[in-house]
């Protein structure tokens, strides 16, 4: 008897470097053993010290990409990454919606690790207006829901306040990453147990309640590609048949997990990339409305705080 294997779509830009892009959603999905395919939207000549150039791909070009894979193959999941155009986004969404009926995953790559700009500010309103009520859940990190909001975040309310503002712009959910937190920010809001030391804090607004993932902070360079790792590992999730919650908790240690696994790799010059061959465990039973704690990494125990 065949087996069914769960599916997952990327529609995003390449990174010859192969930290980030298809190339890391690819291998995100494979550690999660779910079956990648994907519609490349652009091709970049990048590395870990910066994206050197970038080529666009004609929208028909790419939903060919997209119609090939879903009138064939199909997705339990899409993850969108880097479009590059209005025209592009536009062409996306629209074909999406009239094909495509299962949970968007919509990271809304702007600038890429070294500074370069992916993303033409006429596309940033294509996005919000065309892709955000297409989308599960979105994942923006603190600078892109700055540019977003058009405001700045300079706290951990602001990005609880964020999260709400980008919903309240058409998304179920927005999960907003909180890797670029400074240090300097005060601690006294957050609960007892993360004041006196560093922690990861990503916050998830459902349109309703606030929850809370929170993981040790890993002081490393090996950071290249983790926005689009952690929103394919959620896509990952939800191919895989999690809930909201269990995805973005399974994702969020599999992110973790992939920043220590590279602690001790030396690949490129700058920012390096993550080890995508730790494998996910999968956090079940998270609901939403709290604030959850990674305790035991080995048993993927969350345990819940504040």
Not at 43 to 55: E, H, I, L, Y
Not at 126 to 150: D, K, R, S
Request: with cysteine; aromatic share 6%; proline share 3%.
């Amino acid at each position: 008897m065949q087996q069914r294997v769960a599916r997952a779509l990327t529609i995003a830009g390449s990174d010859s470097g192969g930290g980030a892009g298809i190339q890391a959603d690819l291998k995100t999905f494979a550690a999660f053993e779910i079956y990648g395919a994907s519609a490349l939207t652009a091709v970049t000549a990048q590395n870990t010290v910066g994206v050197q150039q970038v080529q666009v791909l004609d929208e028909t070009l790419v939903l060919q990409q997209i119609d090939s894979v879903l009138n064939d193959i199909g997705a339990d999941a899409v993850k969108i990454g880097m479009l590059g155009t209005a025209s592009v986004t536009t062409a996306v969404a629209q074909r999406l919606s009239s094909v495509y009926q299962g949970p968007v995953v919509l990271d809304p790559v702007m600038v890429a690790k070294g500074g370069e700009s992916l993303l033409k500010e006429d596309a940033v309103a294509a996005v919000i207006e065309h892709l955000f009520p297409q989308a599960a859940v979105v994942t923006p990190n603190i600078p892109e829901a700055e540019h977003l909001t058009g405001s700045s975040i300079r706290s951990w309310d602001e990005c609880a306040k964020a999260a709400a503002v980008l919903s309240r712009l058409g998304a179920s959910a927005v999960i907003l990453k909180g890797g670029h937190a400074s240090a300097a920010w005060t601690r006294d809001t957050l609960p007892k147990e993360l004041q006196k030391e560093a922690f990861a804090i990503d916050v998830l607004f459902d349109g309703s309640r606030f929850t809370y993932f929170v993981t040790p902070h890993v002081e490393s360079q090996k950071t290249h590609g983790t926005g689009c790792t952690f929103s394919s590992a959620v896509a990952g999730g939800l191919a895989a048949g999690l809930n909201l919650y269990e995805a973005v908790g399974t994702a969020k240690q599999f992110i973790y997990e992939a920043i220590l696994g590279a602690a001790t790799w030396s690949v490129g010059h700058g920012h390096g990339p993550t080890d995508h061959s730790v494998r996910p465990s999968f956090a079940r039973g998270l609901t939403a409305g709290q604030w959850y704690l990674l305790k035991d990494v080995e048993r993927s125990n969350w345990e819940v705080i504040g």
